[in-house]
């Protein structure tokens, strides 16, 4: 699919957003190692030797190429290269990736620039040389510090090779993350106290932490491993809570807790439903117009994707956000914030008035699941541990439509 010319996207329609929201760009790479029996990411098994990488970057050039109509002018607040495991890549490579990003659109000054990592992929001095690159933040992909964990959940790092990453990291940057699973299979709450303290010992300023779920499409989903009990994992949660905000992060976002001055810019413009331009194969797009909100999602298989994104036609969906659905979709990613949003920019980046949601953040406030007030909403302590059921009740058909 070709991407609609731009006086496509600037015709009349139903809505009208008073402004723009911030934009980000993500950049995914698909490769992996190995793929985890958890992941169901758009991954896929290479060695790195093997890697197209070139033809890969002239087709992630291209790619951005014919979207740049979509979004000239507007400035870039932060870009995040994902995956996959992005650090397979070389760093000579991930430097050309980011002059062609810089070469074609407006970064701003003090743009955040992040790179997934994998302990697995580490050698010494590559993360500087990421740095070196322009790359200002690494979220390592860590998980755990148990090598039992780390086998059964397939990673092919150890706890020695993790711990070594994570102290490369923290001498290579001013700012970066640790991924850390819980609820792991044969995990107890004591298992847990450990992992978290030698995560934390290591001085993260950022730490985003997920239950194991599992999800379809995954070896897990197909041999499913024995998981930790409900209660047992609330209790996992609260432990997280404590132990994080005794050493100075604060919880922020359901799975990420942050000291003060290093929450994640581009994950909060998710969650604030900003803009993002996504590159690369399988990545999603979310992009408004004046009159329109839509989506458009690139070809999911990497040879695919190269093959259609140097013909300049990359694109496997483009559509448009019905007006029923965009309440739903900004109080599904606004609610995951412990501050809330402000209720003027739920019109700013939805196009629609306040009236469209009074019901549903009445019931909702009825039900303990949120407070607010006449600039601001947020969810209570109750709506987020049961956050599911708060997003529901603004479901199309739970919210005003007209």
Not at 70 to 99: H, M, N, Y
Not at 113 to 131: K, Q, S, V, Y
Not at 201 to 211: A, D, M, Q, T
Not at 259 to 274: A, E, K, P, S, V
């Amino acid at each position: 699919m070709k991407a609609a010319d731009i006086q496509h996207y600037l015709r009349p329609g139903v809505l009208q957003l008073t402004a723009l929201p911030p934009l980000s760009v993500y950049v995914h790479l698909p490769w992996c190692l190995k793929k985890c029996p958890y992941c169901d990411f758009n991954s896929h098994e290479m060695a790195p030797a093997q890697m197209p990488q070139q033809r890969y970057l002239d087709a992630l050039q291209a790619d951005l190429e014919a979207a740049l109509p979509l979004v000239w002018g507007r400035p870039i607040q932060s870009v995040f290269i994902g995956g996959g495991t992005p650090s397979l890549f070389s760093p000579e490579a991930i430097d050309s990736l980011i002059g062609s990003l810089r070469a074609r659109l407006m970064l701003s000054a003090d743009c955040e620039i992040t790179l997934e990592a994998n302990p697995g992929t580490f050698e010494r001095d590559r993360f500087r040389a990421f740095r070196a690159a322009g790359v200002t933040r690494l979220s390592v992909g860590v998980q755990s510090f148990n090598d039992t964990a780390l086998q059964r959940l397939g990673r092919v790092h150890d706890r020695a090779q993790a711990i070594a990453a994570v102290e490369e990291a923290a001498q290579a940057f001013d700012t970066f993350n640790l991924d850390i699973m819980y609820a792991l299979p044969g995990q107890t709450l004591e298992a847990l106290r450990q992992d978290m303290a030698m995560a934390l010992s290591l001085g993260p300023p950022h730490i985003s932490i997920y239950h194991l779920t599992i999800e379809p499409n995954t070896y897990f989903a197909k041999h499913p491993p024995v998981l930790v009990a409900d209660d047992e994992a609330y209790a996992m949660l609260d432990l997280l809570t404590e132990l994080t905000g005794a050493a100075g992060l604060n919880r922020y976002e359901v799975s990420a807790y942050a000291r003060d001055g290093h929450r994640c810019r581009h994950n909060l413009n998710y969650w604030q439903f900003g803009d993002y331009l996504g590159l690369g194969a399988g990545a999603h797009s979310k992009l408004s117009f004046a009159h329109r909100v839509v989506r458009q999602t690139r070809y999911r298989d990497p040879k695919l994707y190269m093959e259609q994104a140097l013909a300049g036609q990359c694109l496997a969906q483009d559509e448009e956000i019905g007006r029923a659905d965009l309440a739903f979709e900004f109080m599904l990613n606004a609610l995951r914030l412990k501050d809330g949003f402000a209720l003027a920019q739920f019109g700013q980046r939805t196009g629609l008035p306040v009236t469209t949601i009074t019901q549903a953040l009445e019931r909702a406030e009825r039900r303990g699941l949120l407070w607010r007030d006449l600039a601001r909403v947020a969810p209570t302590e109750k709506g987020f541990d049961f956050l599911n059921d708060l997003q529901a009740l603004f479901l199309p058909g739970g919210v005003a439509t007209s």
